[in-house]
């Protein structure tokens, strides 16, 4: 069975600070792993993909199979980073399973 | 492109009440999904498509039905509505299934 852990519900930094969101996964195939943002009362949209490798507003992540890991990192978070994210793993089943997000919030 | 439309965007519903929530995309996408969002909980998935006239129950199909006619349209009927289906419904749609979907930008719906 396809599962997502998100560890943290909340997760709280200063400005300018690093910040790491946690995923780890469950699968018995080979995962396609991607990491959703909904900003304040908006739609979800893409922030990244396991498979393109490439940075978005800052933000990387680094599939880690041994570990079952999908963490998502940004050396110096800004307020405007303060949102809800979202682990999600594709799978062969046509779905997405989604972990339960973490609210991250950025201080000034 | 309008990408994933949905209606409404606000709505308030008695218990035993019923109404459909509509959802339309313009990317001739074959997969689309219907997910409640409560706080706390993430995402879970009520209903799935993978083409016109094929449907499919997801993690939460109870009180929920779902029609596909049209490669477009995924509307989500609730019949007898319940304070439990309290909740922000997203609609989303993907080319590929179990790959990148595009949301819509949800309804919000009260049942008192």
């Known amino acids: 069975a396809q599962r997502v852990t998100q560890p943290e519900k909340l997760l709280s930094v200063f400005k300018g600070a690093p910040v790491e969101l946690k995923c780890n996964y469950s699968?018995?195939?080979?995962?396609?792993l991607f990491w959703y943002v909904q900003y304040s009362r908006q739609r979800l949209q893409l922030l990244l993909r396991?498979?393109s490798r490439e940075s978005i507003k800052g933000f990387t992540a680094d599939l880690n199979k041994g570990e079952t890991s999908f963490h998502l990192k940004k050396p110096f978070a800004q307020e405007e980073d303060s949102a809800m994210y979202y682990c999600a793993l594709g799978g062969s089943n046509y779905k997405l399973t989604f972990g339960k997000g973490t609210l991250l919030t950025v201080n000034p | 492109n309008a990408g994933v439309t949905q209606t409404p965007k606000f709505r308030i519903l008695k218990i035993g009440q019923s109404m459909t929530l509509q959802c339309t995309q313009d990317m001739n996408h074959n997969y689309m999904y219907w997910y409640r969002q409560d706080p706390g909980m993430g995402l879970k998935l009520i209903y799935y498509s993978v083409g016109a006239g094929i449907t499919d129950k997801g993690e939460v199909p109870n009180g929920y039905n779902v029609s596909r006619s049209t490669t477009e349209d995924f509307p989500l009927r609730l019949e007898l509505a319940a304070p439990s289906q309290t909740s922000v419904y997203f609609c989303a749609s993907s080319g590929q299934g179990g790959n990148e979907q595009f949301f819509g930008p949800g309804t919000r719906l009260t049942v008192l």
């Open positions: 699968y018995s195939g080979s995962p396609e």
């Open positions: 396991h498979i």
